[in-house]
């Protein structure tokens, strides 16, 4: 799915009024409906007191609108106009005049008046700034937003939480409002899915008002969200008469004394996604522990026995999976160093591979093309250095995905890849995962991918997203707490089968009848 930007999305308001001959307000009056029926469809007419906050341009338009249905339907609703400018939109005013009609007059707030009591089991529906937002609310605005967000009532937003830019990082994190759920106009928004803004957006949907799916589908998007059907299209069937060669050679190279574990980790991840042959390289004091614990992988050693010392191998891997548990001593890095100057095959890099990366950045120039790098939060820092906000840290690690010709995958909750100008933001995964050796599975999994001949790119996305997948069907089963690096490995065979699961159907009146 494409994440649009606020600019594309005003674009496709104008097509869509233009081509279809409508007014602005009729698209107001869509988004209002389809807000309304939401609310109906779960509130069924309930008589819970329903706290409506507006702006006065068209988020609080799309407000104004919702409450004339709110009202008509016999809903217990207050509405408030949070006056923070003099420029009231067009499509605002229309809807005011209507809601007027039917005598109800909102409450005009300005900065000195008393805020509302709200009890935590009423409702507040959020139409207070949308995409619109151009600067930070002014002191008595973000009053009302603090206000709003400590009352603990259920806070719906519409399109967008109050206070949140749509294309930029916020400034002040008190000017946003926390919803419980966003029902957001065609397209999710990217910021829903970033570090610093995700936490103000508990759940979302879509809700389709029907602009102009010409120029939707025509638009290339600086980002786009990964989901089941996304990674269908890059998925390799086997074939009947394929054999372990045909599906590739894995090396995975790291570990050191005491970190053994990251490379069984990696290996079997390689393993299980569906490598054809793997084989670990590790010092001396790795060989019994994965021959005893991964009978399927083949092993080499380093001469040394508890540090990597000299990365040279006799076997012609299709990929080089490399990094984790290595350590960054004098003598690793040297052998990191030599290795990457003959290398010849791609590459996986994690890790400790990375911070050596950061360490002597000349030999960034060594990496083949198209090499995918996967460093979680810390590393990436070391490699690009800090930034100020979420859409600062993007914009750098696309000038180094360029400057390098590599595929960057940015792990987090929403991990994105990013290769070029584009970002790829993946839906799966959880909390759970946030435990020691969930990166070295990805690490084996993207390589297992890469070594059945999955383009490097494909390999990322699609790896990021089964790694999540098995880490969710893992969490069923274990809860957050529980859920451990090697439960995520077990997983992915049910995250390949999940692939062509299909969602379950609503049962229709006659099977059930036939049933009983
Ligand atoms: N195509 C779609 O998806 C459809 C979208 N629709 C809805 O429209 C919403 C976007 O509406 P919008 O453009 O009128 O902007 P909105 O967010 O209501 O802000 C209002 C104005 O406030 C101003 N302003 C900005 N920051 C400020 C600040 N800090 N403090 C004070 N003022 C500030 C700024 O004006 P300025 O003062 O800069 O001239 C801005 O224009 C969208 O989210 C969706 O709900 C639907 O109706 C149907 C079709
Ligand atoms: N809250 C979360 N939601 C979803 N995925 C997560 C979350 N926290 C961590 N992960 C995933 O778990 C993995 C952690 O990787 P990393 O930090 O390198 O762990 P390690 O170094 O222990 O192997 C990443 O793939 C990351 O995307
Ligand atoms: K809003």
New binding site residues.
């Given amino acids: 799915m494409k994440l649009y930007s606020a600019k594309q999305i005003y674009k496709a308001d104008q097509i869509s009024i233009k081509k279809e001959e409508i007014g602005s307000n009729e698209l107001m009056e869509r988004a209002a409906l389809q807000l309304f029926n939401w609310m109906h469809l779960r509130m069924q007419g309930a008589p819970v007191k329903i706290h409506l906050f507006c702006g006065i341009g068209n988020n609080g338009g799309d407000g104004i609108a919702l409450a004339r249905h709110l009202v008509d339907h016999g809903y217990n609703l207050e509405v408030y106009v949070i006056n923070y400018s003099e420029k009231r939109s067009k499509d605002f005013l229309i809807n005011l005049d209507r809601l007027k009609d039917r005598k109800i007059w909102p409450h005009f707030m300005n900065s000195d008046d008393e805020l509302p009591a709200i009890g935590r089991e009423d409702i507040i529906v959020d139409g207070i700034f949308g995409i619109g937002l151009n600067r930070t609310p002014d002191d008595w605005v973000i009053k009302v937003i603090q206000h709003l967000n400590n009352s603990q009532a259920f806070i719906l937003s519409i399109d967008i939480p109050s206070g949140l830019f749509t294309d930029q990082g916020p400034e002040n994190f008190d000017a946003i409002i926390k919803s419980n759920y966003v029902l957001s106009f065609q397209t999710p928004k990217l910021v829903f899915f970033l570090p610093e803004t995700g936490g103000f957006i508990e759940q979302w949907e879509v809700l389709d008002i029907g602009l102009d799916p010409e120029y939707l589908m025509q638009t290339e998007t600086e980002y786009e969200l990964i989901g089941k059907n996304e990674v269908l299209t890059l998925y390799k069937p086997r074939e009947k008469f394929g054999h372990k060669g045909t599906y590739g050679h894995s090396l995975i190279v790291g570990g050191s004394y005491g970190k053994i574990g990251s490379v069984c980790l990696s290996s079997k991840a390689a393993l299980c996604a569906g490598s054809g042959l793997v084989t670990s390289y590790v010092p001396r004091i790795g060989y019994t522990i994965l021959q005893t614990a991964l009978p399927e992988i083949m092993v080499l050693t380093d001469l040394e026995e508890k540090e990597l010392t000299e990365i040279k191998f006799d076997i012609e891997p299709s990929v080089v999976g490399i990094g984790m548990g290595m350590g960054t001593s004098d003598v690793s890095i040297k052998a990191f160093a030599s290795f990457l100057e003959q290398n010849k095959f791609p590459l996986v890099i994690d890790?400790d591979a990375l911070n050596i990366l950061s360490k002597k950045k000349e030999l960034l120039k060594e990496l083949p093309e198209k090499t995918i790098l996967t460093p979680?939060p810390k590393e990436l820092e070391r490699l690009i250095g800090s930034w100020k906000d979420d859409f600062e840290k993007l914009k750098k690690v696309k000038e180094f995905s360029k400057k390098y010709n590599c595929i960057v995958v940015v792990?987090?909750?929403h991990?994105i890849v990013v290769y070029n100008d584009k970002g790829y933001v993946n839906t799966t995964?959880?909390?759970g995962?946030?435990t020691?050796?969930?990166?070295?599975v990805?690490t084996g999994v993207i390589t297992g991918l890469l070594a059945q001949g999955y383009p490097a790119l494909d390999a990322s996305i699609f790896g990021v997203y089964l790694?999540?997948r098995s880490g969710d069907i893992a969490v069923e089963s274990t809860g957050f707490q529980s859920l451990t690096a090697s439960n995520v490995i077990d997983n992915l065979a049910n995250a390949y089968l999940d692939l062509f699961k299909l969602p379950e159907q609503p049962v229709t009146e006659e099977e059930n009848q036939s049933n009983q």
């Fill in positions: 890790a979680h792990k987090g909750a991990t995964g959880n909390p995962m946030a020691a050796g969930t990166g070295d990805l790694h999540g």
